[in-house]
């Protein structure tokens, strides 16, 4: 049974730092392409960032670039997203997806808010 279970999310000022984590399990994560997702209030689910299975190869929203991280850890069959200068419109639920054999798996997601 695949599982993907997200962590670190959490109340953090405008300007401030979270980093999530992504622990994988029932999977072959080596052979996953990851990705980080969010849904704000009202919005539909959007890419935040994704990273090949290498971990060479990396995509960042626009609205993110410059400020958020993806990496990978194969070994720990993890996946991390750090997010830096935050601020209030990332606020969102985000979610770990792992994409195997042109399969997704979602994870249930952790609440960011961003707010003073």
């Known amino acids: 049974q695949v599982q993907l279970v997200e962590s670190g999310g959490g109340l953090v000022q405008p300007g401030g730092s979270l980093r999530l984590s992504c622990s994988a399990s029932g999977i072959n994560f080596r052979a996953c392409v990851m990705a980080w997702y969010r849904q704000r209030p009202g919005n539909q689910r959007e890419l935040v960032a994704s990273?090949?299975?290498?971990?060479?190869?990396?995509n960042y929203a626009d609205s993110v670039k410059g400020r958020f991280t993806i990496t990978r850890n194969n070994a720990q069959k993890t996946v991390s997203l750090q997010m830096n200068n935050l601020k209030r419109e990332d606020t969102a639920v985000y979610y770990c997806?792992?994409?195997?054999?042109?399969?997704?798996?979602w994870g249930q997601g952790t609440q960011v808010t961003v707010s003073s």
């Open positions: 990273i090949s299975v290498s971990g060479i190869s990396t």
């Open positions: 997806k792992a994409n195997y054999i042109g399969a997704d798996y």
